[in-house]
């Protein structure tokens, strides 16, 4: 794998007021523009979109000019405007004012997929809140790779809110709520989740572990939170220190399984099936490391799905002694649902659609991480993770995929159900410059 590092980052200091009565928003947007985008002998031109349906109403420090529509934003899911802010030279930052409302109800799902969720870009309601990248509620500039934020928030009196980072301060009056939310580390989105919450909290050592729920249960809260904490521990012996402060479980109000940078929003009956606390729960606290913590650069291929199943869902059965089954019934799904046509390298993996596309991008990625582990060795294998955590964190990586010639086909070394699409492409697989000969085999069940 190579990291993408890259020090554009854009960060946004906001005040925010949602009404969900009204689908309405309302922000403040101080940004601070990346140092390398700034010019002291010349005015700076930087280009950004924002949803159609929120007006800016003032700008401080620049001045901004409304473009015309293009045919690349008809393919994004909110309708956009195209906006070109000119600084003067010298400046750093400028303020937005702006506000509207978004609220795109909640689709159904897909019928060919029976794992796939249903979805809207953004939505504002009396149901309960959901923004993200895809919303557009934030300036989002061309190019812009990464952000860091503080968000002040203010909602009514009975609702909670939450994001990504640091919980830094809330107030709450007979009307209102306000919380403030941070993440200095850069991030690949900024998410708003928020609805009429009973929180818990418990610390899980280094990090809190969390709990936002629709209705009281202090029960089941006290399960997420001691499994939060269980494997948070396990992982930071595995890979290194948790990368957040925090790990939240949030309960969404339509039926999710969404992983973010510091929580997860799972549907209202996902979390209450028993089996979720040791299988796609752990999942998603991986998530941190592999796809929220080291961030998938999506252009190159989706690494981080193949890697987190197989150091959570299937990490999780070795231990039971089952590892073997899960990877048989793995190999099965593939050939189940993955034919000539179907398949695809897994660098080309960008997200699952269908039960071909998760067959490839999960379970053949998985596979293939676990026949790396079989070449170095457990004691190296887990010595390479460890250092590309330490050394790409909040950083973009690609999976990139090295070759050396070997005497043995192809045949010997893949799965025939493997084989397809990598023959032509490596006769042995290693990661560059990770190949070490005589590994050493440490068991990892007992992590």
Request: aromatic share 12%.
């Amino acid at each position: 794998m190579v990291a993408l590092a890259s020090n554009q980052i854009f960060h946004h200091q906001m005040a925010i007021t949602l009404s969900p009565d009204t689908s309405g928003i309302r922000v403040k947007d101080h940004v601070l523009v990346p140092e390398h985008m700034q010019d002291p002998g010349a005015p700076v031109q930087l280009d950004f979109s924002l949803h159609a349906d929120l007006t800016i109403t003032e700008v401080q420090g620049a001045k901004i000019t409304l473009q015309k529509s293009n045919e690349a934003s008809r393919a994004r899911p909110v309708p956009l405007k195209h906006y070109t802010v000119t600084l003067p030279p010298g400046q750093k930052e400028f303020t937005l004012h702006f506000n509207g409302k978004i609220n795109h109800p909640v689709q159904g799902p897909g019928q060919e997929y029976a794992r796939s969720f249903s979805y809207t870009p953004g939505v504002i309601s009396n149901e309960g809140i959901f923004l993200s990248n895809s919303s557009a509620w934030y300036p989002q500039f061309e190019d812009e790779a990464m952000v860091s934020f503080r968000l002040d928030i203010q909602v009514p009196a009975d609702w909670d809110v939450v994001s990504q980072g640091t919980l830094v301060r809330e107030q709450k009056t007979a009307t209102t709520q306000n919380v403030v939310w941070e993440e200095t580390q850069p991030q690949d989105d900024i998410y708003i989740v928020a609805g009429r919450y009973k929180r818990y909290t418990q610390s899980a050592g280094a990090a809190n572990a969390m709990v936002y729920l629709r209705s009281p249960d202090e029960a089941l809260a006290q399960k997420y939170l001691d499994t939060t904490a269980q494997y948070i521990a396990m992982y930071n012996k595995l890979l290194g220190p948790y990368p957040y402060t925090k790990f939240a479980l949030v309960e969404n109000f339509w039926e999710t399984g969404y992983g973010m940078p510091s929580f997860t929003l799972l549907g209202p009956k996902v979390i209450r099936f028993p089996f979720i606390l040791h299988s796609s729960y752990p999942h998603e606290i991986l998530h941190n490391y592999w796809g929220n913590g080291v961030f998938v650069d999506y252009a190159k291929g989706n690494w981080a799905e193949g890697l987190t199943a197989y150091l959570a869902d299937h990490l999780v059965n070795e231990q039971r002694g089952k590892g073997e089954e899960y990877r048989r019934d793995v190999l099965q799904k593939y050939a189940d649902f993955v034919n000539k046509e179907k398949d695809f390298p897994i660098v080309q993996f960008v997200s699952r659609h269908s039960a071909s596309s998760e067959a490839v991008g999960y379970g053949k990625t998985m596979l293939f991480f676990h026949m790396l582990r079989q070449e170095l060795g457990d004691e190296d294998f887990v010595r390479v993770l460890r250092q590309f955590y330490k050394q790409f964190k909040f950083k973009q990586a690609a999976l990139r995929i090295c070759s050396r010639r070997s005497t043995q086909p192809p045949a010997k070394i893949f799965p025939r159900s493997l084989n397809n699409g990598y023959t032509a492409l490596v006769h042995r697989i290693y990661c560059c410059a990770l190949q070490k000969p005589n590994a050493r085999r440490k068991d990892l069940s007992s992590i």
